[in-house]
């Protein structure tokens, strides 16, 4: 018997030692690597949500990665003169990180976690709902990436294997051509057009969330990029007929810039920000932005808002602006609401429409001559040194919701990428572009019109192609999409930096004075005291790659813009009156 319990006492030993053994060899949750996750569909949520949070950076849509294409167009001047002076100027050596490394870092960031997603969600067993959740919106935030990528660097390299990372032959990869990203954007919208759920059937999963609206939304605008115009009208219009989920201007202009009437009608695609105070305490800037207690909200309002108010008043708008809007009034002879959810400027007319019934607001009309919750009287500065006219979109100027700004990542108001009017508006200069103009475009642009109560347009009015997009480009853009993201992308498209006349026009569209008021003056070159595109060089529409990252990488090579060479892909149409 001393025997067995002996054998039986070195069993129990052993197996507790092996036991023992077992327990000690744990995973640790907290300090997982790619190497053991995304094996789950839980996983890869996970990473989902990590793609959108990377979104939110300073270099994506937090601040720079947003205002820099507005700064290179014609809406919006560098009113500090210090901050986005040189993209402004279309003069930076490629040296400098807002411009040249922030934005081109932070969409890689995208990239990146989009890539890990799809080089692994075939491999894992999920419903087919799920699996096209998390596959389409990988493909679409890619593709949100790539966008911006090419349309600010011009040729970058195209990474879509997340294995590409771990091999330094593919890692340092050598630049793709634009037609190059564009295809794979173009391929990659389309089959996330074709798997991701409609803003309708997606619920209150789709608040905030893209859908097969948004990458229908996007492809039209990568296909009009590359002049494709015959395959982006049908896109359009099927979003137009509801084909997406159903899709609406709001019945107030300004419900696209509150905090309370987010993720509305209007929106296929916006970035999602905490209300003001409901964030963490977490200053974090690019590219951490990891914290439990971050702020998550934006700076837009930082560099858009007055400095006399407050704010760091980097960016201001054009005078060019400012009186496009006052050249048309609504049908009442009243300003067009657009002019006050653009721009802060002090006009008696607004202390008197304030709660009486308008054509534009017949429920009552909400403009005052109340910002920041202080009543002003006269206009205020963007800068206090320089002056200009400071901007209302994307800030709380308007909204009324605390009485001074607090800079930094504070700002909750959702930053718009795509309303439905640029749907409409999209769909009326593709038809303009294959047909001419005819009843259907001018249908789809007084649709957007109809909101600000401005008078219809008639046919009988644009005789040509150039009258119509002479209209669509220099009119009904500016004014329903002024000082927002696109403008700079579309200068490119229409090739106004390479035709002379298109050039001295946006010339006199960026002439400003730095006379330290908020001058409204309709501007020449005798009185101006300068204009952004005066100092414009062939090539410089792009943003130069930072040369950091050229000395780091031996199979890249500058662009455009850092070798000031150009880089003209399209014609431009002449100038009609």
């Known amino acids: 018997m001393k025997g067995i319990y002996k054998i039986l006492t070195t069993l129990v030993l052993i197996v507790g030692m092996v036991a023992c053994s077992d327990q000690l060899e744990v995973e640790n949750p907290n300090n997982q690597t790619t190497f053991d996750f995304g094996d789950s569909e839980t996983e890869l949520r996970e990473v989902v949500i990590a793609c959108y949070n990377r979104i939110r950076l300073d270099g994506t849509f937090a601040r720079v990665g947003y205002t820099l294409d507005a700064v290179r167009g014609d809406e919006v001047w560098n009113s500090s003169q210090q901050w986005y002076l040189e993209y402004d100027n279309f003069n930076s050596p490629g040296t400098i990180g807002i411009g040249d490394e922030w934005p081109w870092r932070d969409n890689y960031h995208v990239v990146n976690r989009a890539n890990f997603i799809l080089s692994n969600v075939d491999e894992v067993e999920m419903s087919e709902n799920a699996y096209n959740e998390i596959k389409g919106q990988a493909l679409f935030l890619r593709s949100l990436a790539y966008y911006h990528l090419a349309t600010y660097y011009q040729d970058v390299p195209l990474i879509t294997d997340y294995a590409a990372y771990s091999d330094l032959e593919t890692l340092y990869s050598s630049n793709n051509t634009q037609d190059e990203v564009f295809d794979q954007i173009e391929k990659d919208l389309t089959e996330a057009m074709n798997i991701l759920p409609s803003r309708d059937a997606g619920g209150e999963w789709a608040e905030g969330r893209a859908t097969n609206g948004a990458a229908a939304g996007y492809l039209a605008r990568a296909l009009m990029f590359r002049h494709k115009f015959d395959l982006a009208l049908p896109i359009l219009e099927d979003i137009i007929a509801g084909t997406y989920g159903t899709y609406a201007l709001t019945a107030d202009y300004g419900d696209n810039f509150r905090e309370s009437t987010e993720n509305n009608s209007e929106s296929l695609f916006e970035v999602q920000f905490m209300d003001f105070g409901t964030g963490g305490t977490d200053e974090e800037w690019t590219p951490v932005n990891i914290s439990r207690v971050a702020t998550q909200g934006h700076a837009v309002e930082s560099n858009f808002a007055s400095q006399d108010l407050g704010s760091w008043g980097d960016l201001a708008g054009s005078p060019w602006l400012y009186n496009l809007f006052k050249a048309e009034n609504s049908t009442d002879g009243r300003l067009d609401p657009r002019l006050y959810w ?7 007319e ?38 200009g006219l400071s901007i209302a979109k994307f800030t709380n100027a308007r909204n009324n919701i605390y009485a001074s700004i607090t800079n930094g990542l504070q700002c909750g108001v959702n930053i718009r990428l795509m309303r439905y009017s640029d749907v409409l508006l999209r769909a009326a200069e593709c038809i303009n572009e294959i047909s001419g103009p005819n009843q259907q475009a001018i249908d789809y642009i007084n649709e957007v019109r109809e909101r600000v109560a401005l008078e219809e347009l008639q046919l009988a009015d644009f005789p040509t192609v150039d009258h119509l997009f002479e209209q669509i480009a220099n009119v009904e853009r500016p004014k329903e999409f002024g000082c927002e993201n696109g403008r700079g992308i579309d200068l490119i498209r229409w090739g106004f930096f390479y035709d002379a006349a298109r050039l001295q026009q946006l010339t006199e569209h ?17 009185t101006a005291s300068n204009s952004s595109f005066n100092t414009y060089t062939p090539g410089n529409e792009y943003f130069p790659i930072f040369q950091g990252t050229l000395n780091a990488n031996p199979n890249l090579v500058g662009n455009s813009a850092n070798k000031n060479e150009p880089a003209d892909k399209w014609d431009a149409r002449p100038i009609v009156n």
Do not use: K
């Open 342 to 348: 653009t721009l802060v400027s002090y006009e008696p």
């Open 350 to 387: 607004y202390s008197n429409y304030t709660d009486i019934s308008t054509a534009a607001y017949p429920e009552g009309d909400p403009r005052s001559n109340i910002v920041y919750q202080a009543e002003i009287t006269e206009s205020p500065r963007s800068n206090i040194a320089q002056g």
């Open 510 to 526: 960026g002439y400003y004075v730095t006379d330290g008021t908020a001058n409204t003056d309709a501007l020449t070159a005798a």
